[in-house]
C-alpha cells in the first residue's frame, strides 16, 4: 500500500556517479515514494538532447520535493547577481522536472578558508561573510533568501534552507533567526543530521522545532566529530547505520514534532557510490523503513 505520510524519498548522492535515469530507474524499481536530485543531474539529461516531455515521463510516478543545489546563499556585489541568476536557472530546472522546491545552501564551501592566513595564502579563494559580524551575516543572508524566495514563488516553489556545518550561521537558532528576517512564507529548514551533528545540535534542539518550519530531512549518519572545523568528504565517509549517530534518537526527535513529510537518504560513502547501486540503494530503504515507520 503506498504510504500518505513519511515518504521515502532516494537521493541522488546515494548514487553519485551515475546519470539522472539510473537514479530513476533505482527509485522506481525499488518502490521509493520519490527523488531528490540536483540541477546538474536534469541539466545534464537535458543537454545531451532529452526533451522537457521525457524528462517528465520518465519521472512519472515520483515525487521530487525538491532539487539542489544554489550554493553559496549569501554571495555579495557582482556574485549576488550571479548567485539570482543562478536561482533562476535552478528553479527552470525545478519547473521542468515538476519539483516542488529548490535547495539554497550556505558557504563558503572551501574549509581552507578558515586556515590560519588564509586570505593572504589563498588570495583568490571565496570567503562569503565569515569576516563579518554575525548581526550583518544574519541580515545579508536573510535578504539573499529573501530575493531567491521571491525568484522561487513565481514560479510557484519553495526553498528549502540548509546551513552547512562548518560555515557561519551554521546551527538551528541561526538559522531560525535568518527565516524570521527573510519573512517569506515559501520558505522552510532541512534538517540535515551530519550538519546538526557537527554544528553541535541534538536531537533534543530538532525536538522542539515547529514541525511547519521543517520541510525535509536528510537521513545520514557521521564517524566521530571531536570539535573545530568539520570535514565533511571525511566525516561523511560511511554507510548510514554504521557511523556514530544514534539514527533511531534523531528521527524520533523530528517526529516528536508532529513532523510527518518526506525523508531523504542523502550518502557521501565512497565506496558505496562505487557498489552496486541498486543494492546500496535497497539497503538504504530497508534502512529508513525501520526507523521511519509510519
Known sequence: MPRTQNH??????????????????????????????????????????????????????????????????????EGRTQMLHDAEALCALACAAGAKGIEAITGPLDIRVFEAGAAERYPGLYRGLIDLP???????????????ADTAAAHGLLVYLEALSWTPLNNLEAQLRI??????????LVIDFWHSYTSGDTPEHVSRLDKELIYGVHL???????????????????????????????????????????WSCELFCKRQHQDNSFAVAADLKSLMESLVAE
Not at 548581526?135 to 531567491?148: F, I
Not at 524570521?180 to 515559501?186: A, E
Not at 566521530?224 to 528521527?251: A, C, K, S, Y
Not at 526527535?253 to 508532529?258: E, I
Open 179 to 188: 527565516l524570521d528576517r527573510c519573512k517569506r512564507d515559501n520558505v522552510r
Open 8 to 77: 521515502l524519498i532516494y537521493h541522488s548522492m546515494a548514487s553519485k556517479p551515475n546519470t539522472l535515469a539510473i537514479d530513476i530507474e533505482i527509485a522506481k524499481s525499488l518502490g521509493f515514494d520519490g527523488l531528490e536530485t540536483s540541477g546538474a543531474k536534469i541539466a545534464a539529461f537535458l543537454d545531451a538532447g532529452f526533451s522537457k516531455e521525457e524528462l517528465k515521463e520518465r519521472l512519472g510516478g515520483l515525487a521530487l520535493p525538491g532539487i539542489g543545489f544554489l550554493i553559496d546563499l549569501e554571495r555579495q556585489g
Open 220 to 262: 545520514c549518519d557521521s564517524l566521530p566529530f571531536t570539535g573545530g572545523i568539520p570535514d565533511e568528504p571525511v566525516l561523511r565517509d560511511v554507510p548510514t547505520g554504521q557511523g556514530v549517530l544514534n539514527l533511531q534518537e534523531w528521527v524520533d526527535a523530528v517526529k516528536s514534532t508532529g513532523y510527518t513529510g518526506w
Open 134 to 148: 554575525t548581526a550583518e551575516q544574519t541580515e545579508l543572508t536573510a535578504a539573499n533568501l529573501r530575493a531567491v
